[in-house]
């Protein structure tokens, strides 16, 4: 899908605040975003990080409104660096935020480079170990896969990850 | 030397009911819930490190917001690249204070190593705009009093001593309570 398709689709559910490291997954969509003037977003310098300035984005809004979401742009090795802020933070406070996941090293070797195999074959298992939602990206499927995934980010008010093969986003 | 506690309570006498106050896990959340329980606080209980990086998000989309956020030096170094990130980002209405007791007071006073170098010199390396070290309560009471104008981002760094308060409780609200009520207090 083309890279304003994407952001259009985000920014149609409200999302407009990101904070992130880049992944060159989606290289593309990232500097569709960063030119977009409807999108602020904060370059991290750690994924947990990203993800702190991105979870205060639920604080704010009108009075009586339920709170905004924020995103996280990210590579999957950075999945470990999230964990602490996962488990004491969002999961604990019941914070809520969208990670955009770009799925480095998915179906192992020969495809990628020996540092994203692991990461790449377990990806999902850290998901389902945190008990955190997530949707794989398809190139036919970015409403619904969005649409579930955000319900369930909401309902159960907390993060919720989106992965992204490379490809996926041109 | 100034006692943490001490700090705590002379950073609150500058704090309004409007502003939004962060605070680090261990000793520190439990000493500022201990000293004034107030909605706008907001006590990161778990994740050492984030409090700095909660506090840049909020600053930027808060703008009409003074946020504080209060960190020890051991959580200041923990994720030590926020420094520069958030002065890159330099909201103006953001006062960032260390209190640096150059040790893990929370686990025990395990000497940290902020006693090696100078976490306001860092900062101001890493381009704050506006940076005090501070060594006694003069010199914090003159630091707030010329941070809280909020012209700038600022950044102090208070040089503590080890002052444990026997039998201090902890936070004795729920994590969502402290969620919720900090929420109305950002939209108010």
Request: aromatic fraction near 8%.
């Amino acid at each position: 899908m083309d890279a304003h398709e994407f952001w259009a689709a985000l920014k149609a559910r409200g999302l407009n605040f990101f904070s992130g490291v880049p992944d060159s997954t989606f290289q593309g969509a990232y500097n569709v975003m960063v030119n977009d003037p409807d999108i602020r977003y904060v370059p991290a310098v750690r994924e947990d990080v990203a993800l702190g300035i991105a979870s205060a984005t639920y604080f704010v809004g009108k009075p009586g409104k339920p709170g905004g979401l924020g995103g996280v742009i990210m590579q999957n090795s950075g999945v470990g660096n999230l964990i602490n802020s996962l488990t004491s933070f969002n999961l604990m406070y019941k914070i809520p935020a969208l990670l955009v996941v770009g799925w480095r090293g998915y179906g192992g070797p020969p495809n990628d480079a020996p540092e994203h195999w692991i990461m790449g074959a377990k990806t999902p298992q850290f998901f389902d170990l945190l008990e955190v939602p997530y949707e794989i990206l398809e190139p036919d499927n970015l409403d619904s896969a969005l649409d579930r995934l955000l319900a369930n980010i909401k309902e159960r008010s907390i993060p919720g990850a989106l992965l992204v093969r490379a490809g996926v986003i041109s | 030397m100034i006692a943490r506690y001490q700090a705590i309570e002379q950073v609150l006498s500058h704090v309004q009911d409007a502003d939004l106050l962060i605070s680090t896990t261990g000793m520190i959340s439990r000493e500022l819930f201990t000293l004034d329980d107030r909605p706008g606080n907001f006590y990161m209980i778990g994740s050492m490190g984030l409090a700095s990086a909660m506090s840049l998000g909020l600053a930027i989309q808060a703008p009409h917001k003074r946020v504080f956020v209060l960190e020890g030096d051991g959580s200041a170094m923990m994720n030590l690249g926020t420094l520069p990130l958030i002065a890159s980002e330099a909201p103006s209405n953001l006062v960032h204070i260390i209190l640096d007791n150059e040790a893990y007071e929370s686990t025990g006073g395990q000497p940290s190593i902020s006693s090696k170098f100078d976490l306001a010199q860092t900062a101001a390396a890493a381009g704050y705009p506006w940076t005090r070290r501070v060594d006694d309560i003069e010199e914090l009471e003159a630091a707030l009093s010329e941070a809280k104008q909020g012209s700038q981002l600022s950044l102090i760094l208070v040089k503590c001593g080890i002052a444990p308060i026997e039998g201090i409780p902890r936070v004795s609200h729920t994590p969502e309570e402290i969620r919720d009520r900090f929420q109305e207090a950002v939209q108010s």
